[in-house]
């Protein structure tokens, strides 16, 4: 087994790791708490591109989280960036909601329907047959056709609601091209992130619900992952997957002991605090001094 490294930088999904329905789970304040104290550069990402990163804030803060607005990445931030990077004043067509239209009119693009450099499709609440025949055929004239995630689906309380990824599997049948996806679980989300922290892969771990995007995107990314059981996947679905994760843990509260080291100290990210292993085996969680603890890491 590799070496455990050194965690110094964090990023994080937010649903299901730290969030679900709009409640906290256990030990996300305290973790968020220990970040935001100790200056450890982190960010929290989400496919979501419907909100801002602001709204994205406020709705953590009614969840008793504090996140601040910077430290925030969305699918349609991150897709706002790579297409700036693509053009310089480029132009689009947006089919989305104000957190895809704020990101792209911030990152320097003009809002078109006269032959745009791009299509980008996001995540709406009204999916519109108009908007969506005009993205076909500005496609077919020669726009360049962008996503801001692949996800089908999406929650509600009446069940599940059609998303970007069912959108845009109706467009690619009506105009015979692909959609380039720029967010989860392209490891593009994840380097952009990185960027934007000034992270190195070696030194970062990716904690996620899902095995199909982040644990696949951050093991891609060459990051240090870790699947928390409070969400989506479960820890039978591990077995269904070619890849595994660095380690597996109920929830981010079994983090806190190796995020509440004193500001300038590298952070762990092994199994020494009663965490899982890759294979789902219980970890050591007998008290030891600290000298202790630094011994048996190097045995490992």
């Given at each position: 087994?590799?070496?455990?490294?050194?965690?110094?930088?964090?990023?994080?999904?937010?649903?299901?790791?730290?969030?679900?329905?709009?409640?906290?789970?256990?030990?996300?304040?305290?973790?968020?708490?220990?970040?935001?104290?100790?200056?450890?550069?982190?960010?929290?990402?989400?496919?979501n591109?419907?909100?801002?990163?602001?709204?994205?804030?406020?709705r953590?803060?009614?969840?008793?989280?504090?996140?601040?607005?910077?430290?925030?990445?969305?699918?349609?931030?991150?897709?706002?960036?790579?297409?700036?990077?693509?053009?310089?004043?480029?132009?689009?067509?947006?089919?989305?909601?104000?957190?895809?239209?704020?990101?792209?009119?911030?990152?320097?693009?003009?809002?078109?329907?006269?032959?745009?450099?791009?299509?980008?499709?996001?995540?709406?609440?009204?999916?519109?047959?108009?908007?969506?025949t005009?993205?076909?055929?500005?496609?077919?004239?020669?726009?360049?056709?962008?996503?801001?995630?692949?996800?089908?689906?999406?929650?509600?309380?009446?069940?599940?609601?059609?998303?970007?990824?069912?959108?845009?599997?109706?467009?690619?049948?009506?105009?015979?091209?692909?959609?380039y996806?720029?967010?989860?679980?392209?490891?593009?989300?994840?380097?952009?992130?990185?960027?934007?922290?000034?992270?190195?892969?070696?030194?970062?771990?990716?904690?996620?619900?899902?095995?199909?995007?982040?644990?696949?995107?951050?093991m891609?990314?060459?990051?240090?992952?870790?699947?928390?059981?409070?969400?989506?996947?479960?820890?039978?679905?591990?077995?269904?997957?070619?890849?595994?994760?660095?380690r597996?843990?109920?929830?981010?509260?079994?983090?806190?002991?190796h995020?509440?080291?004193?500001?300038?100290?590298?952070?762990?990210?092994?199994?020494?605090?009663?965490?899982?292993?890759?294979?789902?085996k219980?970890?050591?969680?007998?008290?030891?001094?600290?000298?202790?603890?630094?011994?048996?890491?190097?045995?490992?």
């Open positions: 087994m590799a070496e455990t490294p050194e965690i110094e930088c964090w990023l994080t999904d937010m649903d299901g790791v730290l969030v679900r329905e709009n409640e906290a789970l256990p030990g996300a304040a305290e973790l968020l708490e220990q970040w935001n104290r100790d200056e450890t550069p982190y960010l929290v990402l989400t496919n591109s419907i909100y801002t990163a602001r709204d994205l804030a406020a953590l803060r009614r969840s008793g989280l504090n996140v601040p607005e910077d430290r925030i990445w969305t699918s349609a931030l991150a897709t706002a960036q790579f297409l700036a990077d693509q053009v310089d004043g480029g132009s689009a067509y947006v089919v989305g909601e104000v957190g895809l239209t704020t990101a792209m009119h911030e990152a320097g693009f003009i809002m078109t329907e006269a032959s745009p450099d791009f299509v980008v499709v996001g995540e709406t609440h009204n999916y519109s047959f108009e908007a969506i005009k993205a076909i055929r500005l496609i077919r004239g020669g726009a360049r056709f962008i996503a801001t995630n692949p996800d089908a689906t999406g929650p509600s309380p009446e069940g599940v609601l059609p998303a970007t990824g069912a959108i845009t599997a109706l467009i690619t049948k009506a105009t015979g091209r692909e959609p996806v720029v967010g989860k679980p392209n490891p593009m989300m994840f380097r952009s992130a990185l960027n934007r922290i000034g992270a190195h892969s070696k030194t970062t771990a990716m904690i996620g619900d899902r095995m199909d995007t982040d644990i696949v995107a951050g891609e990314g060459g990051l240090y992952t870790i699947l928390v059981l409070s969400g989506i996947s479960e820890r039978e679905d591990v077995l269904a997957y070619p890849f595994r994760p660095n597996i843990i109920d929830g981010v509260s079994e983090l806190l002991d995020s509440a080291s004193g500001h300038g100290e590298k952070q762990a990210g092994g199994k020494g605090d009663g965490g899982r292993d890759e294979d789902g219980a970890g050591d969680s007998k008290d030891k001094d600290q000298g202790e603890d630094t011994e048996d890491a190097k045995s490992r």
